[in-house]
């Protein structure tokens, strides 16, 4: 404004500076084309990432000239102001004090306004109950399994004994259930006959030495997809069923106990057997709750 | 013209003196005041690009078969979510440099917001009269852990349903209410129905990101209260503040500061690949990968869970607390609640309830520092064993010993550090030498002889001017 007092120092802008901004909004406005040409024939997404990188640390370069070299440079003190309002503060709390003297019963009023807030609000959170069957807990016991239901490879197949080999593992779901279930898949690995060492009551549950555990780490629920088979003495000389996601090491020649890693209890086995076709089938229910643990799940 | 454009919106608000004020804001000047900025302008991208990705998304787990161009999936039943990701990958144009450029963004997002809350917490800018804000920043913190997690979890490939899974385990592991909440949240065992899915967009495309923008602007507002604060200098005093104003300077430096973060998130999205889902695969719960890795700031989380031992406890056959319980659930509860607690413990331990607008440098305060270099060393030797499965992979070091080692390391490692780091700034405050730059000079003293002689100042007054405290 024409006769106003300046009020920014006095400054001159560097020529150099202001012929550098404009190179920079210049090339930045190239490039930013050159983004709508690369998207119009092909978007290829190196050359627009290149493209619109570039025009943006363009813009940078020219915001921070213009604020380095073109406008006036200044260092500014400003005295800061108290927060103490001793007189307001003590105000607003006559404010409310006084506002309920002549209230006889206010005590219980507030008990009862607090009370009313609280139902309200939890009668309005109450609908959130709907989201899942969250009191049917017996979902999570839920088992695909029971006597005579048959073992399927990854492609529907049944699962024969005999192509299962010492030290291989095999996955295997069971038939006709929905695979997503988290107890719907098995991990069958086999081992020679007199390494194994199963409880005494699971005598039985691996014809041949084969063996079928839960998929599902009782830890964090990841798919126990790893088997350690050593072929040669090293210094963890026990075959093992290990998940990728914590390393939860399971032991299955003894039951699937835990050897090594977080989780807290077995994995759970499922006893198999071999019918007259030579077809592997669960010969009973799985040993435990399938899945990571919750609150009262009961150890197998 | 300008003129005329302020006189009519102040004869229809009349708060120009509001908007004089605020041109006229002082910021002091220092980079690490930066750290915040980097946050707020990742934020921008990343609502902009998240925005965009809105349009393509389709977060349901229906099935459908994939017919798109990436041959190896032809012809596979994936879910649509899964379909949608592979379609913005590879079928809209640009839809891959947008995505990747929301995903780095999310995780440099969460670098410059942890960097930011260190710088904090060493600076003690927490202090009285600051601390809503720091509660604040801690919060917005929280929040952007559980958005990036979620963000990452809609893609429905493999590695986000281990992570899911992951999730779901832990929310079992909760005492008392596990098993419920899992079942109200997912409608049912995992993988619950696509409603599940349907709840995680919302809160990843909305709730959260609207807790986020409203808390950030509480962050801003109240920072504007109280002004920024500063390091001592010249003229740098507890009654004062001295620094560029927004208009002219900063509001440039600034503008060009979120211009160079938008450059470098969009040369990342487009030159650096980040999570390409159509290798890891549709996600089955009967399938995992060896070496699976969660983006960065979760890897603190899956360190606890690899590290702590196969503690269970339980009454009989009945288990009370789940192993996940400790490592998913607990420790991340111990470090947010010493985080918030923090300035409020300071207070009572040094009883000092004054108000601090300058910063101290970490030397000034050696306890803060020791046990801020405690505690995050612990925080970070615990994420730096979430990687143990990487290095046994590429480094071929035993992943049993690592455990082992970790285990003892990430108690005593801390102690030591912290132990050291209170020497450091013990003799730095004697010798008054910054830490990269060596000394500053000081005041020295001429003794008779002709020979010069340090005059060293008392270490019991830590908070006395420091003349080299700015460059």
């Known amino acids: 404004m024409r006769g106003a007092p300046k009020l920014l120092p006095r400054h001159r802008a560097s020529r150099r500076a202001e012929l550098l901004v404009l190179w920079a909004l210049l090339l930045a406005s190239a490039a930013a084309v050159g983004f709508i040409a690369v998207y119009a024939l092909g978007a290829d997404t190196q050359w627009l990432g290149l493209l619109i990188g570039v025009a943006f640390a363009l813009l940078a370069l020219g915001a921070i000239v213009t604020s380095k070299a073109l406008v006036p440079q200044e260092r500014k003190e400003e005295e800061r102001r108290s927060f103490d309002h001793d007189r307001d503060d003590l105000d607003i709390a006559v404010y409310v004090q006084e506002s309920d003297e002549g209230i006889t019963r206010s005590r219980l009023l507030k008990t009862a306004a607090a009370g009313a807030g609280l139902t309200v609000a939890g009668a309005l959170l109450v609908p959130l109950a709907s989201c899942g069957p969250f009191l049917d807990v017996a979902q999570l016991r839920r088992m695909a399994w029971h006597r005579g239901r048959r073992l399927v490879d990854d492609a529907g197949r049944p699962l024969r004994a005999d192509e299962i080999e010492v030290g291989s593992m095999t996955p295997a779901f069971a038939e006709g259930v929905d695979r997503k279930r988290l107890d719907a898949s098995l991990i069958v690995v086999r081992l020679h006959d007199d390494d194994l060492h199963l409880p005494r009551e699971r005598a039985g549950w691996a014809p041949h030495g084969i063996l079928a555990y839960s998929k599902i780490c009782t830890h964090a629920g990841c798919a126990v997809s790893m088997f350690r088979y050593p072929l040669y003495d090293v210094n963890v000389p026990r075959p093992a069923l290990v998940c990728p996601c914590h390393y939860s090491t399971f032991d299955p020649a003894s039951g699937g106990d835990v050897i090594f890693g977080p989780a807290g209890r077995p994995l759970p086995q499922l006893p198999v057997a071999v019918d007259e076709r030579g077809e592997l089938r669960a010969a009973g229910r799985m040993s435990g709750p399938v899945g990571p643990s919750w609150w009262g799940v009961q150890e197998g | ?471």
Not at chain 2, 60 to 70: A, E, K, N, P, R
Not at chain 2, 228 to 234: D, V, Y
Not at chain 2, 331 to 359: K, N, Q
Request: hydrophobic share 45%; net charge positive.
């Open chain 2, 1 to 471: 013209m300008i003129y005329r454009l302020v006189r009519f919106v102040d004869t229809r608000t009349g708060q120009t003196p509001i908007a004089k004020k605020l041109l006229r804001y002082v910021f002091p000047d220092h980079w690490s005041f930066l750290l915040g900025e980097i946050a707020l302008y990742c934020f921008v991208v990343l609502v902009a690009t998240g925005i965009y990705l809105t349009f393509f998304f389709d977060p349901s787990l229906q099935h459908t078969v994939y017919q798109g161009s990436y041959e190896p999936l032809r012809g596979r039943v994936v879910s649509e979510a899964y379909r949608s990701v592979l379609d913005i990958s590879f079928r809209y144009k640009a839809g891959l440099l947008i995505r990747q450029t929301h995903h780095w963004a999310a995780d440099v997002f969460l670098v410059a917001i942890t960097l930011h809350m260190l710088r904090v917490f060493f600076t003690g800018a927490f202090r009285k009269p600051r601390e809503i804000t720091y509660y604040g920043g801690v919060l917005m913190l929280m929040l952007a852990m559980f958005e990036g997690f979620a963000g990452y979890s809609l893609g429905d490939d493999l590695l986000s349903g281990m992570g899911l899974v992951i999730a779901y385990s832990i929310v079992m592991s909760l005492p008392f209410v596990g098993g419920n909440l899992a079942l109200l949240i997912w409608h049912g065992p995992f993988p619950g129905t696509t409603d599940f899915f349907s709840r995680l967009y919302i809160a990843h495309v909305l709730l959260v990101p609207v807790a986020i923008g409203i808390l950030l602007s509480m962050h801003l507002v109240s920072i504007v209260f109280t002004h920024h604060s500063q390091f001592r200098g010249r003229r740098e005093r507890e009654h004062n503040v001295v620094g560029t104003p927004l208009w002219p300077g900063y509001l440039f430096r600034t503008l060009g500061l979120a211009f160079a973060v938008s450059a470098v998130l969009f040369l990342l999205g487009g030159l650096v690949q980040i999570n390409p889902v159509w290798q890891w695969g549709p996600f089955e719960p009967s399938q995992s990968t060896n070496g699976a890795q969660p983006d960065w700031y979760l890897g603190w989380l899956i360190g606890a869970l690899r590290l702590m031992p196969d503690w269970e406890p339980h009454i009989g056959h009945y288990t009370l607390i789940p192993n996940a319980f400790w490592g998913g659930a607990f420790f991340p509860l111990v470090v947010f609640s010493f985080l918030l607690s923090w300035p409020l413990i300071e207070r009572r331990l040094t009883g000092d309830h004054r108000y601090h607008h300058l910063l101290d440098r970490p030397r000034d305060a050696p306890w803060r520092t020791a046990v801020g270099v405690g505690f995050f060393t612990w925080v970070g030797m615990i994420f730096f064993a979430g990687s143990s499965d990487r290095v046994m992979v590429e480094m071929h070091i035993s992943y049993t010993s690592q455990i082992h080692v970790y285990q003892a390391a990430v108690f005593i490692v801390p102690l030591v550090a912290a132990w050291i780091a209170k020497r450091v700034c013990e003799q730095l405050l004697r010798s008054e030498m910054h830490p990269l730059r060596g000394s500053g000079g000081g005041p020295v003293r001429r003794m008779p002889d002709g020979g010069f002689e340090r005059v060293s100042r008392s270490p019991t007054t830590p908070r006395a001017p420091a003349p080299n405290a700015r460059k």
